[in-house]
């Protein structure tokens, strides 16, 4: 999963940014409005989180800007938690809203149920028969035994189950999974597909030759 | 409440105006027209007195029928007069018969003078003219009552003559009025009326004034209502929006159809009021806005921070880096909690220390030469010219202007440039002039360079330490001094920040 930060607070911003890639989530990071709408135009991302406050423009002025093209899940960070701001927000298109200094687990989990809902499933547990892979603990199980699995093999399994059904190209894979700074290569991808059909079975993810990947289940 | 009522009280003045007014106008209605009728009525008198005169002197007048009447028709006419006794002998005309010669024995008295003498119809005739009805006599100088009418009251006395006139002259007795005469024989003739029918028609001219003036009240307190709500409604108006803007609807004013009236102009001016209150209001709360956010972005740095830290076992290096970070964060809170509290005191006047004779030379000097190695360090001139310029005032909180400013400069100045600090006594004024060879700021950017939490570049402002207070803070001190801060910039040139305080005298 692949988030922007528009956030002008340095300390706050690296902060963040590394409790997100710790979550496995890969992170965008702009420092004004300017260069978080750029971002946020260009890639397709599963969240963005916009602080309210920005140089340059702020966080209404993104939003709104930002709604005109793309319905990308909006989270918004702000000192200015008056009920008025929060309606502001949320009836200017965000999708939440949560004020700061926050709880980073709440922020956490706000971003998870973010992503659930932007992939259609409100429910926390998805099953792919007996794999079942739990978006809150990021834990997978297997016929009920836990396994273990890299924050990158997760964040594959994730996107995947949370497109079940859907062919996934690599591209997609790629802009969805890995940040602006990531160089990994095409093949370190069948590297981590390799080892979740290693710990999972081998029929759970279907390669569409040419086209990505499936799970059909 | 309804004594209090502006509208009440213009209703209940208006009445008493009104009532006061009309009540007035009545009486001198009522006054005039009496003594009006009541000279119409002596006229009257005045006129059958005279015609009665002539005709007891004998002579004819006008009243009397011309002298065309005086021959044979006057005989025919005294006749007439015998006939009828009754007319001419009642009351105390019984008791004076005998007193007096027979009224219809003309001829000369006892004392040889001549006898009054009535030509026949004389009498009737001279109270033909005018309106109908009163009530005539005539005496003899005697005193014996020689004529009189059938009508008239019972009681007829004669009237008491003042010395020897011969003036016409009037009483008033028991509701009637009575003119007498005096000829100068003596003889009296008098003429008189009910006062009656004069003040019935007093009452009732007293009554149809009063139905009058109740009508005119009622429909003038009737128009006074009208009037005051007429008058009152902008009133109301301004009431509802004000009671709707202290409601919280800050950006509400009142609407004025008529700006030139008084009314218009009270709203125009409750309007500006309004205005400030609510710029006031926004920039308070602008301020508030600004240092929450301020306060709860370091908040939120800590409590990730550490959260993130706590998540999962760290190796030292990254907690040691964790605690750094926190640190940093912290010290940067603590800026900003010292920064707003001493602008919160700054604010309510008690944020300086006693005032003291001080030389701002020597404050800015220790103060700029405490920071010549950070100048040095950047590869700054930094030149002090300092001479004295003595006022009173709070050193160390001058000597925080100072290093704020020259802090400033340095911090935008690049590599090479000069950095000036001066001071001078000028007249009234002691002056302390700042000057950078720096980056300069930008002409939109100026007016605001003084506020509090202001934002131009506030990223990089706030990457390096700056909590964006310090310059509101010196403006602050500053006019706690009864001093103005201000600032002249060309971005690219530098900028100059000049400080004036009043010059002070040893408290």
């Given at each position: 999963m692949r988030i922007l930060l528009i956030e002008d607070e340095d300390r706050l911003r690296t902060t963040l940014a590394k409790a997100l890639r710790e979550e496995g989530y890969a992170v965008d990071v702009a420092e004004?409005?300017?260069?978080?709408?750029?971002?946020a135009g260009q890639n397709d991302y599963n969240v963005v989180l916009l602080d309210v406050m920005l140089p340059g423009r702020d966080g209404w002025t993104v939003l709104r800007e930002l709604r005109k093209t793309k319905a990308t899940p909006v989270l918004m960070l702000t000192a200015l938690d008056a009920a008025s701001d929060r309606v502001r927000g949320l009836d200017g298109g965000a999708d939440d809203y949560l004020g700061k200094p926050f709880d980073l687990d709440e922020l956490l989990a706000r971003v998870r149920a973010l992503i659930r809902r932007a992939a259609g499933t409100a429910r926390p547990d998805i099953e792919l028969g007996d794999v079942r892979v739990d978006t809150r603990a990021r834990s997978v199980t297997r016929a009920g035994v836990p396994v273990v699995l890299t924050a990158r093999e997760y964040s594959i399994l994730e996107y995947l189950a949370l497109h079940r059904r859907e062919v996934v190209t690599r591209t997609e894979l790629f802009e969805h999974l890995f940040d602006e700074n990531d160089d990994s290569l095409s093949n370190l991808l069948d590297v981590h597909v390799f080892n979740i059909r290693k710990k999972l079975g081998h029929d759970l993810i279907v390669t569409r030759r040419g086209l990505g990947y499936c799970i059909e289940r | 409440m309804v004594i209090r009522s502006i509208r009440w009280r213009l209703q209940l003045w208006l009445g008493f105006l009104l009532v006061g007014v009309l009540a007035g106008f009545g009486l001198m209605v009522h006054q005039l027209q009496g003594?009006?009728?009541?000279?119409?009525?002596?006229?009257d008198l005045e006129r059958r007195v005279a015609a009665l005169n002539l005709a007891v002197r004998g002579g004819g007048g006008p009243a009397s029928g011309g002298p065309r009447s005086l021959g044979g028709p006057s005989e025919e006419e005294a006749r007439e007069v015998r006939r009828i006794p009754p007319l001419e002998f009642r009351g105390s005309g019984d008791r004076q018969r005998p007193m007096g010669p027979p009224p219809d024995g003309p001829g000369m008295s006892r004392s040889g003078r001549p006898q009054a003498r009535i030509p026949e119809g004389a009498f009737e005739l001279a109270l033909s003219g005018g309106p109908p009805g009163g009530h005539a006599a005539v005496w003899s100088r005697e005193g014996v009552l020689l004529r009189r009418t059938e009508v008239g009251p019972p009681e007829l006395p004669i009237p008491r003559r003042p010395g020897r006139s011969t003036q016409m002259l009037f009483r008033d007795r028991d509701g009637l009025l009575e003119c007498y005469q005096f000829t100068e024989l003596g003889d009296c003739v008098l003429a008189g009326r009910s006062l009656q029918p004069l003040e019935r028609a007093q009452r009732r001219l007293a009554w149809n004034l009063a139905g009058v003036g109740a009508a005119v009240l009622a429909l003038g307190l009737g128009g006074g209502?009208?009037?005051?709500?007429?008058?009152?409604?902008?009133v109301e108006e301004i009431r509802a929006a004000a009671e709707r803007i202290s409601g919280?609807?800050?950006s509400e004013r009142i609407a004025t159809t008529e700006p030139d009236s008084e009314v218009g102009r009270l709203a125009g001016v409750?309007?500006?009021?309004?205005?400030?209150?609510?710029?006031?209001?926004?920039?308070?709360r602008r301020f508030t806005d600004d240092a929450a956010h301020e306060l709860r972005t370091p908040l939120a740095v800590l409590l990730v921070e550490a959260q993130s830290a706590l998540s999962r076992d760290r190796s030292p290096e990254e907690y040691r880096e964790t605690l750094k970070a926190s640190l940093a964060t912290a010290q940067q809170m603590r800026r900003l909690t010292d920064s707003l509290l001493q602008l919160a005191r700054l604010d309510e006047g008690d944020g300086l220390g006693t005032a003291l004779p001080l030389d701002l030379g020597e404050v800015a000097r220790a103060q700029a030469e405490a920071l010549r190695p950070l100048a040095i360090q950047k590869g700054l001139l930094l030149e002090v010219l300092t001479s004295s310029a003595p006022v009173c005032g709070d050193a160390e909180r001058l000597g925080q202007v100072v290093t704020?400013?020259?802090?400033?400069a340095i911090q935008y100045t690049p590599s090479g440039g000069t950095v000036k600090v001066r001071t001078v006594a000028s007249g009234d004024d002691c002056s302390l002039v700042v000057e950078d060879s720096g980056i300069g700021i930008a002409v939109e950017d100026l007016p605001h360079v003084f506020d509090r939490f202001f934002r131009a570049d506030r990223a990089r402002r706030r990457a390096e330490g700056h909590s964006g207070l310090g310059l509101a803070i010196c403006r602050a001190i500053v006019e706690a001094h009864q001093g103005r801060i201000s600032v002249e910039s060309a971005p690219g040139v530098g900028s100059v920040f000049s400080v004036r305080i009043p010059v002070g005298k040893a408290a």
């Open positions: 004004d409005g300017v260069e978080g709408l750029h971002k | 003594v009006t009728q009541r000279g119409l009525l002596k006229e209502w009208w009037l005051s709500t007429r008058a009152l409604r902008p919280g609807a800050l409750l309007n500006a009021t309004f205005d400030r209150l609510e710029a006031a209001f926004v920039r308070q704020n400013l020259v802090a400033n």
